[in-house]
């Protein structure tokens, strides 16, 4: 792929910005195409659990097809502080894969000199998502654009990606990977976010013991998380919204999960949720003192506090959890779901106390860690380093 | 347009009017002082129609300029490059850049800058409304975003208070932040009193020393400096390839070369201009006209014995260096019709020696303000 023409108008500036990101959707489809078509594939026959239809679940999705240049390309410049305004964090210093691709922190770091206002979302199996992101803004298809949008958002990396594409320029090393997975020609925008978005499709659950149950093997569950598995199936209807190849509905609830009360505690946290809230065009939102999650999208009120369901697999690396990380643990999620949720206005009639017992609860606990698959295996690699170039050959 | 804009574009275009002399290519230097706007004192700065300079107005403004939550990483404020005690820059050839960066060009003082139709080396923006915004957001510079520091301001409760006063929001509006700041710079400007060429004119003679008053007649005759260094600010204004050598440190220097591609790169320029480019164009990016490569605005004199190095690129450390760059008659590369000079030594110091009576005999120095504290809002 050529560099896009340069060109001689400033006024062309946005088209051409607009032509990278078209560059780098272009990347994508190949994903978006096979997830489906894995997700449809019919696997093997799960093992039959009494009052339990097994036919809402499905082993994980296979493996998209990747192509493997790419995936080291992204995987460096996943780690390269380079893609960094300041280049002082990189996209696993707050998806962290020993801490479930996340940070551990129940509200994600930001950018220098801020603090965000949400947990970081782990990216375990992200490249099977209905949306992107906690309040559902982003396609889950389109993971070139999330990965756009963190690297130049002002509260996560902030970089000018021409300024990103310089900076790869000067490591010879990057620009034969560049050239490996792309062909020759500059290393800009498109095909930054293209490789990252390559490499995140290899983030995947290994291992889980209820995957492998769901493949036909009776043994992976013990008789504890077999009980969990008929509560999340049957009293606790957890499978209502956590269902399928992706343990997620794909859909966006209001649960009233409590926001976190740092948020407004601290101006360089509240400052990142209302510049959010601003940039997403929402109505007073001046006046906003509550995450109020997916209105920023429709600007509806029955969406006020609406997040998207995440997927369930490999829970037990990904604590704290919910938007605001007010859960700490799988047992006090299970217990804000047996208290059948938490206060708020549009919040979803699925929710109801469950009355569950003790026994249950751990039950259901124990089945969650059935979820859970093997710690990744993955390091920082290696970083090219930059070289003189001859001044005047760009 | 709307219509002040359009009154501003007039009044731009009647001062450009007023001094295009010489012509670009052709300086007669022998005739320099007869044709040239004589030399004066500065009067006062006057402010734009839509933005009035008040004291409260100059009072935020001051606390803008020193403040960090104007930038992207909350330490970048214009203060950083544009430091009082280092002449208002950053008296290192080439300004340092927004951490993780190098910038590409000198830090120029604000010293004076009320006092210009453009702004910036190649004169990219026309007012210091409009320069404000374009180095706190630029990337090498402030790295700031628009959304994310209107939003800090707004988590200030003494900003909040100020901004209402003054500009009558209810929240502050970034836009009146650039306003303020422009207000805070055009206090930031030469005293007479304190200029001894300043009070030379006002008929001290005993204000320029007898080699200061030598230099003073060759920089209007012989050296004829006055071809472009004219009028109360020392400058035409007007934009001059003089052949000012490239920065050495694009040689080999990493960070500097990438910020170098950088720049070109988002200037907009043609893809051959990206591919070959080995110096600073100036002007050029603005017009796009190749007549226009390497042509850099004439800068004004005043206070350059704060403000060393000197060039859009620095790479001349003292006026001494300076005088002997245009002794040769400029750079090879220079458009501008300079001449080799043919100055003595003496010749030299003397025109040294004025030019240091253009700079007050004390530096303009500010104390850092204390900055209000940010508080979440309720």
Redesign the interface.
Known sequence: MALPKLRSNRAHRASCTTRLLASALALLPLTSASVIAQTAAAPVKPPAVAGVDMAKFAPLPAAAKVNEARVKLGHHLFFDNRLAGDTSNACATCHDPAKGWGDGKPLSDSYTSLLYFRNAPSLLNVANRKYLMWDGRLEGADLGTAVRDMLTEAHTMNIDTRLAQERLKQAPDYMAMFEAAFGKGDPYGGKIYGAIAEYMKTIRTTNAPFDKFLSGDASALNAQQIEGLKVFAGKANCVACHSGATLSDGKLHVTGVPDNPDVNADADRQVTMLRHFATMGTPAYMNLRQDVGHYVVSKDKKDLGRFATPSLWDVGQTAPYMHSGMLKSLEEVVAFYDKGGGDAPAKSPLLKPLGLSGEEKAALVAFLGALTGDKPAVAKPALPKDAPRTHGTN | MSMKSLTLRIAVTASAVALAWPADDALAQGAAKAKAPALATLAPPSAPVDNPTTPAKVELGKLLFWD?RLS????MGCVACHRPDLGWGTGTPISFG????QHWRNSQTILNSAYYNKLFWEGSVTSLEAQAPAAAEG??AG???T??M???L??VPEYRKAFKEIFGTE?PNINDAWKAIAAYQRTIVSDPKKVPFDRYLAGDKSALSDSAKKGLALFEGKAGCISCHNGALVSDQKFYNTGVPAAPE?????LY??????E???K????K??????DDHGLYYRT?DPKDIGKFRTPSLRELKYTAPFMHNGVLATLKDVVEFYDKGGGPTQTAGLKPLKLSDGEKADLVAFLESLSMTEPLLVADPKLPP?????
């Open positions: 960090g992207g990483n909350g330490a927004y951490p993780g960066t990337a090498v790295n700031g975003d959304a994310l209107e939003m800090r707004r988590l929240w694009w040689q080999k220097d990493e070369q990438i910020t170098f591609r950088w070109v790169y988002q907009g320029v043609d893809e201009v990206y591919r070959t480019a080995a796009l940010s508080e979440p809002l309720k």
